[in-house]
């Protein structure tokens, strides 16, 4: 019976993908090219940022299992690909709060090395049908970084994550979102597709929840995937509103692959999905 339910949901999705390539326009596809005089800033916080302080949680009871409970979209519904980024961190609670309360998922592309100390974390982020991907092991460039490390960046992310969603994830998002040839080489071997995002408040710069509320409110459109940080107080006050009233205006909160899913069908190995911080290589 699951079975079945499983092939039926996979042929919905087959059938919505065709029928959105079909008709552009409001659900238009997310890929933008990056423009010249749009370099990537995302992230620059990293590097001068202290350390954050933060209390270490207990083990969970058991590992989850992701159960997503997936519908065709009714007429004139529209989704939104919520990401928060370099998570797990004690703020994430705050946001997986918020959309339990109003139903929601989300994507958490999490550093390798911070998941052992958030493993509760992980399990209800899990539970609550949210989606978990890496981030890398520890924030590295991987524009900078040999082919050997790229694989393992993103094998050791794989690892600490699989435990809790039951199976490897078949995407990741490279820090500051910069790919190079040999990035998505590297990706495409290994049998995963990067995502990027098409839009971004700029949480790390401004740390202000209004500016975070106006930004996304202002510009979003469907089928956007929105990038933020779960490291930040003022990102999760700002889910408070934002959430609430994205499902007010008509958006289903879906993770990233279940908005590939919709937009395009299959997940597609070294493809990078939303903006391409291409870095040139040397
Ligand atoms: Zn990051």
Redesign the pocket.
Known sequence: MRKLLAMSLVLIFVVFAGCAARTPGQGSLPIVPLAEDNPPK??RY?LNSPPLLEEPEQPPASSGEVQMVRSPLQEGEKIVALTF??GPHQHTSRILDVLEEHGGAATF?VLGYRVENHRSTMERAVRLGNEIAG?SWN?QDFSLLTEDEIAWQIKSASEAIAPFVGSSPRIY?P??GRTNELVRQVSQRMGYAIINWTLDPRDWENRDADHIYDHIMSTIQNGDIIVM?DIYATTAQAMERVIPRLIEEGYRLVTVSELIAYLYGEIEPGVVYGRDYDVPMV
């Open positions: 995302h992230e990293y980024d370099d592309f981030h924030h998002r820090p500051y940080h």
